[in-house]
């Protein structure tokens, strides 16, 4: 009701002009240009005096004082004491012969002879016997049947179950008032009008009919009468030739089986026969060893020289885990029950199709519609409404 809309009109441009240069001549003197005067600079004469180079065309003498005062001493060469020896190789061929070759002379080494009998299988015409010693000293013994334990049967407590706790010991329920909910009532904010449910879709977009989909229908199959010819071009072409099985490259292979018994014989059980071994005795023999007499003491040390100390247990300090009961009512005041005072809960113009104490004024080019503040002394219950909800309202209508 307060917003009245206003043309915005853009801002008008101001044109550029165009840069046109100024007639006449521009004076560019300056006071240091008509104050300042020229002069001429000559060159300075330089102050230093002219060098006068004598050139000496005597010899340089360049014999420094360190070659004047070390003179080279004349040192002859010392004679050596070691006398001359030149060495002549032997004429003689050598001849001496150490002391390996004078005590070892080669000798003839013999192949030894094998004792390893020859690999060659002897036959035998003796049956084989298949008795071994588990066979001729196993003797079979009657298995025990196990012991089975009697199964106890369950006897149930003559006692009642003590289900006490330390928590349902120890715990005792403090009496108190049951605590005030500071939560506001509940109050239903609406109306009790039936809801219209119209809506500017609603209005704006209506039904159309729309003619139900053809739905081609499915020719039956009919299977044909004729007869169907599976033949092919492979069929009809192809021409069956008589194929030779290859010979194998392989030889036949012949079992050879011969019906001559099997010898269990071996060189290993006729070169190396079973030896009668003994238990080896003891080192030690037993009357050697000095037998116990008399009942064995089992007193050690540390039980003849402990001495038993009283312990007296250390006084505990933690305070009883018991519970304060009091008989003072409980205060459940707060600053929140208190200071705290409940709102009337404000309804939203939004749920009325024609907000009351507002008239209907036009409709804007977005699809708003604008409601006018009736101007009336009397005040209505909508009078308090704000902004904030007045805005609502509108954008809910549209």
Not at 195 to 210: A, K
Not at 265 to 274: C, G, H, L, R
Not at 277 to 292: C, L, N, T
Not at 326 to 339: H, K, Q, V
Request: glycine share 4%; with cysteine.
């Amino acid at each position: 009701s307060d917003y009245i809309p206003y043309d915005v009109t853009n801002r008008p441009v101001r044109p550029h002009q165009e840069y046109q240069p100024k007639p006449g001549h521009i004076d560019l003197g300056t006071t240091y240009n008509r104050d300042f005067n020229t002069h001429k600079i000559e060159p300075v004469a330089p102050a230093r005096p002219v060098e006068n180079r004598q050139i000496n065309m005597g010899k340089f003498d360049t014999n420094p004082t360190y070659k004047d005062d070390y003179r080279a001493w004349d040192i002859s060469k010392r004679e050596l004491a070691k006398q001359e020896h030149t060495y002549q190789p032997p004429t003689v061929k050598f001849g001496n012969s150490t002391t390996f070759q004078d005590d070892f002379f080669p000798k003839d080494i013999m192949p030894r002879e094998s004792f390893k009998p020859p690999g060659v299988s002897k036959r035998s015409d003796i049956p084989f016997d298949g008795t071994t010693s588990h066979r001729t000293s196993f003797i079979p013994h009657e298995i025990e049947p196990k012991h089975q334990r009697p199964k106890q049967e369950y006897k149930p407590s003559s006692q009642p179950f003590d289900d006490l706790t330390t928590h349902r010991i120890n715990f005792k329920g403090t009496l108190g008032e049951i605590t005030k909910s500071c939560k506001p009532d509940f109050g239903k904010v609406g109306s009790n009008a039936r809801f219209q449910g119209n809506t500017e879709f609603r209005d704006s977009y209506q039904p159309w009919s729309v003619a139900p989909t053809q739905v081609q229908k499915s020719y039956e199959y009919i299977p044909p009468t004729t007869h169907m010819e599976l033949d092919t071009t492979t069929h009809l072409d192809y021409v069956p030739h008589r194929l030779s099985y290859v010979s194998p490259i392989r030889p036949v292979s012949h079992g050879r089986r011969s019906k001559v018994p099997f010898q269990g014989s071996s060189t290993m059980k006729e070169d190396f026969q079973a030896w009668q071994s003994k238990r080896q005795e003891m080192i030690k023999r037993d009357h050697e060893i000095p037998k116990a007499v008399g009942k064995f003491d089992d007193l050690t040390t540390f039980k003849s020289h402990y001495l038993p100390h009283e312990i007296h247990p250390t006084q505990s300090f933690k305070p009883s885990n018991a519970a304060l009961n009091s008989s003072a009512p409980f205060e459940s005041g707060t600053m929140y029950r208190s200071d705290y005072t409940p709102k009337k809960s404000e309804i939203c113009p939004a749920n009325y199709q024609s907000p009351p104490g507002y008239v209907f004024e036009s409709v804007d080019g977005r699809g708003h519609k604008i409601f006018r503040k009736m101007i009336t002394p009397e005040m209505n219950s909508f009078s308090h409404i704000n902004e904030d909800n007045l805005a609502k309202a509108i954008a809910v209508i549209s």
